[in-house]
């Protein structure tokens, strides 16, 4: 099964299947870099002192994951818009920091973008989608030099307590810090 989803489909299969867009993966990535490339437009542009590199990862990734769901989550809690938006920014960003994928995606943002020279890609998405899961999920993390050091510089990976590093050259050294090898 997992080939099969990593293969993706047979021209047969695509007969069977009317709305299939083999072009959608590669316009989502796309999407996706200019989103985080407007982020770093938009705090270059502003002459607001109030408006941070922080401040607007954090707003977009709360328009992306929780604006568009809010008003069905708040019917269905019971609770009113007013009474949401009297929390602040403040708890919206604790909010989106207590949920793993979130805060790893978010830390990579704002590590990424702060030096502001660096070129956002369509796989910076890639890695901040594996990273997202990888790094509250695994005890021992390999990755390339640069994932390795921004996760590191963030903090992040320290917060999951997920040894990174660069090499499996390292893994030896990463597991003795992982273990406890005194008993």
């Given at each position: 099964?997992?080939?099969?989803v990593?293969?993706?489909?047979?021209?047969?299969?695509?007969?069977?299947m009317?709305?299939?867009?083999?072009?959608?993966?590669?316009?989502?990535?796309?999407?996706?870099?200019?989103s985080?490339?407007?982020?770093?437009?938009?705090?270059?542009?502003?002459?607001?002192?109030?408006?941070?590199?922080e401040?607007?990862?954090?707003?977009?990734?709360?328009?992306?994951?929780?604006?568009q769901r809010?008003?069905?989550?708040?019917?269905?809690?019971?609770?009113s818009?007013?009474?949401?938006?009297?929390?602040?920014?403040?708890?919206?960003?604790e909010?989106?920091?207590d949920?793993?994928?979130?805060s790893?995606?978010?830390a990579l943002i704002?590590?990424a973008?702060?030096?502001g020279?660096?070129?956002?890609?369509?796989?910076?998405n890639n890695?901040?989608?594996?990273?997202?899961?990888?790094?509250?999920?695994?005890?021992i993390?390999v990755?390339?030099?640069?994932?390795?050091d921004?996760?590191k510089?963030?903090?992040?990976?320290?917060?999951?307590?997920?040894?990174?590093?660069?090499?499996?050259?390292?893994?030896?050294?990463?597991?003795?810090?992982r273990?406890?090898w005194?008993?």
């Open positions: 099964m997992k080939y099969m990593l293969r993706g489909p047979r021209p047969s299969d695509i007969a069977q009317p709305d299939y867009d083999q072009y959608a993966a590669d316009r989502i990535a796309e999407q996706r870099a200019r985080e490339k407007r982020i770093l437009h938009i705090i270059k542009a502003t002459d607001n002192p109030q408006i941070s590199l401040d607007a990862a954090y707003a977009r990734m709360f328009w992306d994951y929780v604006i809010l008003p069905v989550l708040l019917d269905q809690a019971g609770v818009k007013g009474s949401f938006d009297v929390l602040g920014k403040l708890w919206h960003k909010f989106l920091d949920v793993p994928l979130i790893v995606q978010l704002i590590q973008n702060k030096n020279s660096r070129a956002w890609t369509r796989n910076d890695y901040m989608d594996a990273l997202g899961i990888a790094v509250p999920s695994c005890d993390l990755t390339e030099k640069y994932a390795c921004v996760l510089r963030s903090g992040i990976a320290q917060r999951f307590e997920t040894v990174v590093i660069r090499s499996f050259d390292d893994l030896v050294e990463g597991l003795e810090s273990l406890d005194r008993g």
